[in-house]
């Protein structure tokens, strides 16, 4: 017996209906396994539904994380590549406004070419001719291959390509309790909202995939998971005004990206701790200060009509006493331990922009811990268009 037919034993629970549970699926369909994903409420409605879409090229990054920053700038090439239907590559724009940010662009610059990312230096009068609206006393800026996702299509694309392989998605199903016996994982108890009654799925493998509700899931296996919930407020306006992502040329900090969605413009974020992701009230004071903030790389973002305000909470791998900035935004695997259950494995932290590569990660892992030698081929299997998911669903 192959490996890929001693995978088709093997079932697969994968907790979270984001964009880390929907790419999950697809790996580990397409090396074989039976997979099963449970989603407490609607597909995407978590953080991957709230953040402000933006493909990361890496350069935010480049010099406090230069792998962060690499990773990133390969995943962009796998995305565009594999999921093309759900990327506008726009490019974008780092502006120096300041003395300080002057001086930040040359390590800025380094670090993305030691990264790998293709990064320009133009006077802010080429700026202006790619986009009017930025802030004309701006000293120069940098342009680098950013974008923009959109954020429920992207998800889609891994899910219709999964469920045309057979796996199963379970919308409005919460994962309750993880049972196991001797100490491994052998199923999950789910409270199904749609029946209102509860059932047991036997499992061989359970993959914490929930985002900053993974702490949650994690103890109702019996393991202390460290990861931060880091809210954080964004401000959408109506009206495209700009068409590239315009970002401000200093170190990462809060308000200070504008992301183009559809016929939006979306600044972020603020960014504080919260112990309850289910609890989260946008603070009216972000919404101003956000709109201000946005004023200093697009005058007259203010003016835009109000569209809409929301806060997201970001999964952070680990805890820090000096706040979620303090965390990288790098993604950690938690496989099973002395702690937790056999078969049991969580997913936190990472970006939007590597949720393919993160999926991969779990998955070689858990190839590893079974002994299966089966490779990952997502990056090199162009996506189904997100329709099929619809279209699969109704058949």
Known sequence: MGDRDRARDVHVVIVGGGGTGAALLHDLTQRGFRCTLFERGEL?????GRHHGQLHSGARYAVG???????????????????????????????ALS???????DAFAAACEAAGIPVRRIAVDEALRYEPRINPRA?????????????YRLPLQFLASATAHGASVRRFCEVTRVDTTQGAVTGVCVFDYTRHDEEICPADVVINAAGPWAGQVARRAGVDLPVTPAAGTMVAVRG????????????????????????LSIIGSTQWETDDPDGMVTPEGDIEWLRMRAD???????????????????????RSAGGGRALSRGFTVVAPSGEGPHGFYSVVGGKATTLRAMAQA?????????????????HATPLLVHREYFRRSIA
């Open 44 to 48: 995407t409605s978590g953080t991957t």
């Open 65 to 95: 994380d230069v792998e962060i920053a690499r990773e990133c700038a390969q995943e962009v090439t796998i995305l565009r590549r594999i999921a093309a239907d759900s990327i506008e590559m726009n490019y974008g724009l780092f502006l």
């Open 99 to 105: 003395d300080e940010d002057e001086v930040y662009g």
């Open 139 to 151: 000293r120069f800026a940098y342009v680098v291959p950013d974008g923009t996702i959109d954020a």
């Open 240 to 263: 495209r005004i700009c068409n590239m992502v315009v970002s401000h040329l200093h170190p990462p900090g809060d308000g200070d990206i504008i992301v183009p969605q559809r016929g």
């Open 296 to 318: 200093e790389l697009l005058p007259g973002f203010s003016d835009e009509p109000f569209h809409a305000a929301w806060t997201a909470a970001r999964p952070l791998a680990g």
């Open 362 to 378: 779990v998955a070689d892992r858990v190839c590893h811990d079974l002994r299966l030698d089966i490779p990952g081929r997502t």
